[in-house]
């Protein structure tokens, strides 16, 4: 189903997946600097979840400035929550790279008024760092959410060294849970790997801890 979401004076493109019985809980997906909401991955993570009871909402910003992003993000958020169609108990929010940085944000910017309706957030190749600037972690949003985290990141990410996210994931209060694709890089692309096969991992993976941060109804 496509839509238009509202922000500022104009208009940001979304889609909903849609599962077949009413859906409890909903996640928001956005893409990373390059691309859309019909990246691949994306498209491919909200049909698996849909199939599975739960709502997807995938949309497009364009802009490389993270508050901008954040801003869309939150406009999303705002809007889900206000919807007739779709009465949702809760949502996850989840972002591919810099999408997953905008997400992070909008959850420690609307910590304050929390009142249960982000449930968690899903982190797809988190950019911890610039490609060969490990000193300089984008962290700090990481390190004051409190809601459920998962990561999933390449274990050849040139934008998140291993042990660097393994070290931020340490200082973090919230409850958290990182799953390495072996060998991926930035992008999730594996060597000797097809694209589908590495998307079955990742989507397998995502939906299982979703469940278990929400004791998810199986259909």
């Known amino acids: 189903v496509k839509v238009k979401i509202p922000f ?3 208009y940001l493109d979304a889609i909903f997946s849609v599962p077949e019985k009413k859906p409890t809980y909903g996640m928001i997906l956005t893409h990373g600097a390059g691309g859309d ?4 991955h994306l498209v491919s993570l909200g049909t698996y979840l849909a199939s599975r009871g ?3 909402l995938r949309f497009t910003c364009k802009g490389l400035n993270v508050a901008y992003r954040t801003k869309a993000f939150k406009a999303v958020v705002e809007y889900l929550k206000l ?3 779709y009465k949702l108990s809760g949502v996850f929010l989840a972002g591919r790279s810099m999408g ?3 997400a992070a ?3 420690r910017q609307l910590s304050q008024d929390d009142d249960g309706f982000i449930q968690g957030l899903v982190c797809l190749s988190y ?3 610039r490609p060969k600037l490990q000193s300089k ?3 700090e949003d990481l390190l004051l959410i409190s809601c459920p985290v998962l990561f999933v990141s390449g274990s050849a990410d040139e934008m998140c060294e291993k042990q660097l996210l393994e070290g931020v994931v340490s200082k973090m209060k919230a409850p958290k849970k990182i799953h390495w694709i072996d060998k991926a890089n930035h992008g999730m692309a594996v060597k000797g790997r097809t694209t589908n096969n590495v998307m079955e991992e990742i989507n397998a993976q995502v939906f299982s801890w979703l469940r278990e941060n929400v004791q998810l109804q199986h259909k």
């Open 127 to 129: 950019p911890l760092h």
């Open 100 to 102: 997953s940085r905008a």
């Open 105 to 107: 944000s909008v959850i």
């Open 83 to 85: 919807s007739d169609d």
């Open 137 to 139: 972690l984008r962290d």
């Open 8 to 10: 500022g004076n104009k």
């Open 37 to 40: 909401m019909n990246f691949p």
């Open 54 to 56: 739960v709502l997807c």
